[in-house]
């Protein structure tokens, strides 16, 4: 059984970090897909970020490339959301996500991942 906790949402400035977390209460093999979703009032869950648990490919949306990092630390079963340079439009509540025997194709679609946490807040000020 999977349970996912995210942690380290907070208000910042815009042009400013952070770092969010997931914590698997099981165990992630290397057959898990790990996913970061958004989303923000009165839109539709959004992709965020993708990694591969065995092999750490990872797949980002156009929105975040070069500002978001997707990672993860294989003995505390966690994974990672660094980001960088944020933007008021970054605001939302972000979500982890987990998968089993995703294909990778598939990873940004929500509908594919089986296993959620409650969501953490994000808000940047202009």
């Known amino acids: 059984q999977v349970q996912l906790v995210e942690s380290g949402g907070g208000l910042v400035q815009a042009g400013g970090s952070l770092r969010l977390s997931c914590l698997s209460s099981?165990?992630?093999?290397?057959?898990?897909?790990m996913g970061w979703f958004r989303q923000a009032p009165g839109t539709e869950r959004e992709f965020v970020a993708a990694?591969?648990?065995?092999?750490?490919?990872?797949l980002y949306a156009d929105s975040v490339k070069g500002r978001f990092t997707i990672s993860r630390d294989n003995a505390k079963n966690t994974v990672y959301l660094t980001m960088n340079n944020l933007k008021p439009e970054d605001t939302a509540v972000y979500y982890c996500?987990?998968?089993?025997?995703?294909?990778?194709?598939?990873?940004?679609?929500?509908?594919?991942?089986?296993?959620w946490g409650q969501g953490t807040q994000v808000a940047i000020s202009s």
């Open positions: 099981g165990r992630i093999g290397r057959d898990f897909t």
């Open positions: 996500a987990a998968s089993v025997f995703l294909s990778w194709d598939r990873a940004p679609e929500r509908g594919r991942y089986g296993y």
């Open positions: 990694i591969r648990w065995g092999g750490g490919a990872t």
